[in-house]
Each structure stands twice: as C-alpha cells, then as structure tokens.
C-alpha cells in the first residue's frame, strides 16, 4: 500500500485541500494561480492524459512533479530533474520572535522577493495554501517561508527564500523552524522538496533534522496541439 507522500498532491486535493480541487475524471489539479501541482491516477490510462490534455488545453506546458512513469508519444517532455522529498525527524521547531503571518496584502512583495530569489513556484493566490511568515528588515519584507501541500497529516514546507543582502543571517533557518512549529502545534508532520543537485540545501536540512525519505522528480511535458476528446470539463 502506497503511503500519503508517494503522492502528496493526490493525497491533498482529496484531503484537506479538496476544495482547491478542479476535476476531469480522475485527474485532479489546483487553480493555475495556486499552484502548478495536479494529480494523476497512481496508473494513468490513456483517458487520464486525455483528460489532463483538455484541462491544461492544447499545447500547455504541464508541470508532472513526482511523476515517474512514461508519458504518451504524442506528449513532449520539456524538463526533468531529480528532487528528494525530506521529512522531520527531530526538527528542534519554536516560534520567532520577529517572524510575522503574511496576508493577501502582502502578496506584492512576495511575488518580488520570489522573483528575487527563484525558491520555486509561487503564484498570486499561493498564500490561500496555509500559513506563510515573513520577516522585514526597515519595512521591507527579506525573508518568507510557509506551508504549501497538506496530504492528511502532514504539511509541506515550501517558498523557502531570503532577499540576497541578508543571506548568511540564518533568517530562512528561523522562519523554517517557526513554520514547522505551527504544523506540529496542528499534531501534523513537516515535510519538504528540493532538487536532487541542491547540496547547499540538503546539508542545510539535515542539520536540521530533515531525514531524506524518498527520491522523486519534477519534470513538466507539453500536451498534444490537438485534442480530439469533446467530454465536458467537471470543475468541482
């Protein structure tokens, strides 16, 4: 039996994020300005890509994170790397005292600083996902870090970023450990990816106490030109 987090954005968008879920048969994606994660089936049928053809449309480039298997002739793979997935395992988490709870009315500056920094995706209603904190330096935001998958009982820590004139201050370190202590104050476990490749990262999680639980992947492919499927889109 395959566990929560052999396919954590399933697990969400059937859990705890099931009202971000929009749906075409078995296949399951947030609202592209949430976030790019979707879901296959754990087996994909040719109905299923069909499926995730026409929700994306015709030649969209669609993110397939975690995704191991192969995809169809008529799909074009246009990026892959290899990614680690880490979970907690003797996190020492507190709250910060200088940490605050970003808001909508703080998404400007986020979507600035995530341009700034290139933690991954972040999108204008990615905030809407769970708690986010920030830290500011003379009003300006410089630091941020929050929850972005909730498969049932664990919550993923994700746009882990810090602005480049304060690194080495330990600030991401800070807002990592206060973001995994308001998960486990919910009785719920962290959890993270990066890159395979990012070492600086992963030596940074591990000291942490983040213990690598499984290898992944996160590759996007493009969908065919043209759709021949007319069935209705049910977006629930």
């Known amino acids: ?35 790019p994660w ?6 994909p049928d040719a109905d299923d890509w069909a499926d995730l053809a026409t929700l994306a449309g015709p030649g969209a480039d669609v993110p397939l994170l975690g995704f191991r298997g192969e995809v ?5 793979i246009t990026f892959r790397i290899e990614g680690v997935q880490y979970v907690d395992d003797g996190l ?27 933690p991954g995706p972040f999108l204008p209603r990615t905030i809407e996902l769970g708690t986010y904190l920030g830290i ?27 602005d480049p004139a304060h690194r080495g201050e330990g600030l991401g370190t800070r807002l990592i450990l206060a973001v995994a202590h308001g998960i486990r104050e919910r009785g719920e476990t962290p959890f993270l990816h990066t890159g395979a490749g990012n070492t600086s990262a992963i030596r940074l999680y591990e000291s942490l106490g983040f213990r690598l639980r499984r ?8 969908a065919p030109e043209h759709l021949t499927d007319e069935r209705v889109v049910a977006v629930s």
């Open 38 to 43: 979707q879901a296959l089936p754990e087996e």
């Open 136 to 162: 500011r330096r003379g009003g300006a935001l410089v630091a941020m870090a929050g929850e972005r998958l909730h498969p049932p009982g664990w919550t993923e820590i994700s746009a882990v970023c810090t």
């Open 215 to 222: 290898t992944t992947a996160f590759m996007s492919a493009r």
């Open 92 to 118: 020492a988490a507190a709250p910060d005292p200088e940490a605050v709870r970003l808001g909508p009315e703080d998404v400007p500056e986020m979507l600035d600083l995530v341009e700034r920094t290139r």
């Open 1 to 35: 039996m395959s566990h929560v987090l052999d396919h954590p954005a399933l697990a969400s968008l059937t859990g705890p994020h099931a009202h971000f879920a929009e749906r075409r048969g078995r296949v399951l994606r947030y609202p592209v300005d949430v976030t």
């Open 72 to 76: 169809p002739p008529d799909w074009e």
